[in-house]
C-alpha cells in the first residue's frame, strides 16, 4: 500500500464513540470519501488486489456488495479497466438471480447476483468496506461461483481483527487496507 493511502486512512477515517451503542468505536469513512487526493489513494490501493507482481490486471470483473461496497468497488474496477457487478439485498435486482442465504447475528440475511453477471471462468476481485464475521463476503464467493466464475481475491478498506472474518472466508487472498 501507498504511503498516501496509509496517511489518508490514519487522517480521514474517524472514531465515533458509542456509536450506534454504547460501547461501539465506529469507524466513520465519510471524511476520506469527501477527500479527493485521499479516496483516489484507497482506491489505487485496493485495485492492487486485481493486479499480479509486475502491476498486470489479473482480474475480468470487480464485485461490490450493497451499499458501501458500492462506493469502494465501481472506482477499482475502472481503475482496472473491468467492469463493475453489483451483489445486492434480495429483491432489487429486476431480471433473473443466484441468491444466498446467510446468517447475522440477529437473524439472516440474502444476496443476489445477476445469473449472467459474470461468465464462466471470470476471474474476479470482490470488494466491500468492512470485513467483521466474513458472512457477506462467503456468501458473495458463493455467489460468483454459482455463476460459473472464480473468486480470486477480496480487497477490504477495515478489517475488524476481534472478529473471525479471516477463518470464515478461508483462503481467499485478502487485503485490508487498515487492520483494527
Same mark, same amino acid.
Given at each position: 500500500m501507498s504511503e498516501e493511502a496509509r496517511e489518508a486512512l490514519a487522517r480521514l477515517v474517524v472514531d465515533v464513540p458509542d456509536f450506534p451503542e454504547p460501547g461501539i468505536v465506529f469507524k466513520d469513512?465519510?471524511?476520506l470519501l469527501a477527500d479527493p487526493s485521499g479516496f483516489a489513494a484507497v482506491v489505487a490501493a485496493l485495485a492492487a #488486489?486485481?493486479?499480479d507482481a509486475d502491476g498486470v490486471v489479473v482480474v475480468d470483473k470487480v464485485v #461490490?456488495? =450493497?451499499a458501501r461496497g458500492f462506493i469502494f468497488a465501481a472506482p477499482v474496477a475502472l481503475a482496472l #479497466? !473491468?467492469?463493475f457487478v453489483p451483489v445486492r439485498k434480495a429483491g432489487k435486482l429486476p431480471r433473473a438471480t443466484h441468491g444466498v442465504s446467510y446468517a447475522l447475528e440477529y437473524g439472516e440475511a440474502t444476496l443476489e447476483l445477476h445469473?449472467?453477471?459474470i461468465g464462466a471462468g471470470?476471474? !474476479? +476481485?470482490v470488494i466491500d468496506d468492512v470485513l467483521a464475521t466474513g458472512g457477506t463476503v462467503a456468501a458473495t464467493v458463493q +455467489?460468483? =461461483?454459482r455463476c460459473g466464475g472464480v473468486a480470486t481475491a477480496a480487497a477490504m478498506l477495515l478489517e +475488524?481483527?476481534?472478529?473471525p472474518g479471516r477463518a470464515t472466508i478461508g483462503d481467499l487472498p485478502l487485503t485490508a487496507l487498515m487492520v483494527v
Open positions: 469513512i465519510t471524511p #488486489g486485481g493486479r #461490490g456488495m =450493497e #479497466g !473491468v467492469g445469473e449472467d453477471a471470470d476471474r !474476479v +476481485l +455467489l460468483i =461461483e +475488524l481483527s476481534f472478529l
